[in-house]
């Protein structure tokens, strides 16, 4: 079900969103929460786990998370769906990927991602009131602002070494607000993991290795049409076009545990780096990191019960103190015969403060038919 915006100002302040997000800066052009749709995630068991899947993901979702993963899938092709909903199911969040190996993984394994990321139906306003003053209703009108990304992925084993696995995205991006701006973007991702004979997993995923550049189109009739009654424009158009998102470093470190030939446990932590000055736990001019870890725990691999913490940092309160949080997660899950059907309880994108998210994906494996 499609929700409208009831109060037909929130317009302004989607509005006044982009205008802040691309305001005039310095030449590098540099936004903290460029293409943030694409930092929400994918997959219920990974957000189950608090995101700390970079080690030992290694199945068609590794297509986000880390694509050196897709070498995991070597006799038949995955599939995977996700949908979730939040802000009251006004956002909506769409994510589906495929992984096919290549002569059953021996050169490799190829994978494709779709994201959407949108709030659709809201109601534009600019031309409710004329310069006279009268309100004519018949002039509201209705738009998306809505942001969609296309990877294609390939991971192989080098160097001789069937335990290390290396893999790539390259990434389209394109976003739009209504008819008031759309952009174009580009960018790379590279993975790594490392799998030893004992059970631990190491992993490193680089996302936006080149910067990932965002190329906007402004429609300045269109954004210029919302002024104040003394002629004021409230939305002036950007000089600056280009926009350009930092790159992210994620290290992890994942063991297997199987306490009998029923029960098991999975557990890993990791490191997330931001090159940027944040609220994390270790912070920085130069670069901050916070720590996650998540487990889950098995039975004969068909049930699981997964939980994990991330987005550690410091907030600020209304005493000026600063007080340390994180975001707790939990999921479950069932597999039965190559479908698997997973649910999280979890923050997506850690968008409110209190409001919790209900995560659903399914994953099938046609090797296990």
Known sequence: MILSIKNPYRISLII??????????????????????????????????????????????????????????TEDWQGALMHAEYFQSIAKYEYAAAAIPLNKGSEGTIGFSLYRFAVDDIMNTTELIDNQGNIDYNKISRFSTADYAAMVSYAGNFFGDPRLSVGANAKLVYRHIGKFANAFGFGLDL??????????????????????????????????????EDGTVLNEAPDNNIELTMPKLKLGVAKNFNFNDKFGLLAECDLNFEFAKTNDLVSSSVASMSPSAGVELNYDQTVFVRAGFNNMQYETQFDGSRKLTLQPNVGVGFKYKGVSVDYALTNVGNASLALYSNIFSVKIDLAEF
């Open 191 to 228: 993975g790594a993991q490392y799998r030893t004979d004992d059970g631990f997993y190491f992993g490193a995923m680089a996302r936006d290795i080149t910067t990932t550049f965002n190329f906007w189109s402004v429609n300045k009739d269109k954004l210029h049409q919302i002024e104040m």
């Open 16 to 73: 006044c969103f982009f205008t802040l997000s691309m305001t005039k800066t310095e030449a590098q052009a540099f936004r903290k929460y460029s293409n943030e749709f694409l930092n929400i995630g994918a997959d219920a068991r990974a957000f189950g786990m608090g995101n700390n899947v970079v080690a030992n993901i290694g199945d068609v979702n590794a297509t986000y998370w880390n694509p050196a993963g897709l070498t995991q899938v």
